[in-house]
């Protein structure tokens, strides 16, 4: 059995990557919040916030920073950017009804599936079709620094049911 070698990324584009952990990461809190039976609304509220302070910002640099690189015609590109825009339909609509668990899985199967899109075939395309220059440019990016959002929320749902729920019930 061949085992798959990791992808060799351009020092330029490692910024995004690491961001993309903590979308996948965000992935994850909104799986587990519906594995151990959270309130879609409580997830929804944290995927509100993560968006907010997070994922639009990152969003917004890939497209200004990355995405422009490429010509507009460019099918990966205009894939990307499609996806973009599926995702902030689904937090606008999630932020319309944060009562809808369908939503929030959608919207977690987008994302992952997103991330993996980009990881996978649009940065290798970047590494294979840009040259140097605007992979410098790229690197001037220095990521969003999603680590440290959580510290700033108070219902971490995805490690235990009860956190951040009031105490006086």
Do not use: C
């Not at 968006?51 to 460019?74: A, G, S």
Request: net charge negative.
């Amino acid at each position: 059995m061949k085992i798959a070698q990791p992808i060799k990324r351009h020092p330029s584009l490692v910024s995004f990557s690491k961001d993309h952990h903590f979308g996948l990461l965000l992935v994850w809190k909104i799986r587990q919040g519906i594995t151990k039976g959270i309130e879609p609304a409580r997830i929804a509220s944290y995927v509100r916030y993560s968006f907010d302070e997070d994922l639009r910002i990152h969003f917004n640099e890939e497209e200004q920073v990355m995405f422009n690189k490429l010509p507009t015609e460019d099918p990966l590109r205009r894939q990307a950017e499609k996806e973009h825009a599926q995702i902030y339909e689904l937090v606008r609509k999630i932020r319309e009804d944060n009562d809808d668990q369908d939503l929030l899985v959608k919207l977690s199967n987008t994302l992952e599936a997103h991330i993996r899109f980009e990881e996978r075939v649009l940065f290798n395309h970047l590494q294979k079709t840009l040259p140097e220059a605007d992979l410098a440019t790229i690197a001037t990016y220095e990521g969003t620094g999603s680590g440290d959002i959580d510290a700033r929320w108070p219902d971490l749902f995805w490690l235990n049911k009860n956190q951040g729920e009031p105490r006086n019930k």
